[in-house]
């Protein structure tokens, strides 16, 4: 499986970012978003299972939204309400299995990451 994430940019605070992950190898998995400041640790965004389970972070929950198309081989993370403590570099990954996968280790696939920067 291979992931190519896109979607990142610069934005000011209060503004939206859609993100999207397309999967090549198919879209079977369970799907996440990860994101990751300087100097701080990956911390875990969002899941969607492979039977469509949703988990957010508290920190983003009612801002965010993780979506699919599976037709389309995407996943995708609708953000809004954006504020400084969002900026990171934003990574999707994808896990083997049915389950619901919060933390890194879970995970088999990772992308390259997206960069979003939120200006005050």
């Known amino acids: 499986v291979q992931l190519q994430a896109s979607g990142g940019g610069l934005v000011q605070t209060g503004g939206s970012l859609r993100l999207s992950c397309a999967a090549s190898?198919?879209?079977?998995?369970?799907m996440g978003w990860f994101r990751q400041a300087p100097g701080r640790e990956r911390e875990f965004v969002a899941h969607?299972?492979?039977?469509?389970?949703?988990r957010y972070a508290n920190s983003v929950k009612g801002r965010f939204t993780i979506s699919r198309d599976n037709a389309k081989s995407t996943t995708y993370l609708q953000m809004n309400s954006l504020k400084s403590e969002d900026t990171a570099l934003y990574y999707c990954?994808?896990?083997?299995?049915?389950?619901?996968?919060?933390?890194?280790?879970?995970?088999?696939?990772w992308g390259q990451g997206t960069q979003v920067t939120v200006s005050s």
């Open positions: 190898g198919g879209l079977n998995y369970g």
């Open positions: 990954a994808a896990a083997r299995g049915d389950g619901i996968y919060l933390r890194t280790g879970s995970y088999n696939w």
């Open positions: 969607i299972s492979s039977r469509g389970v949703i």
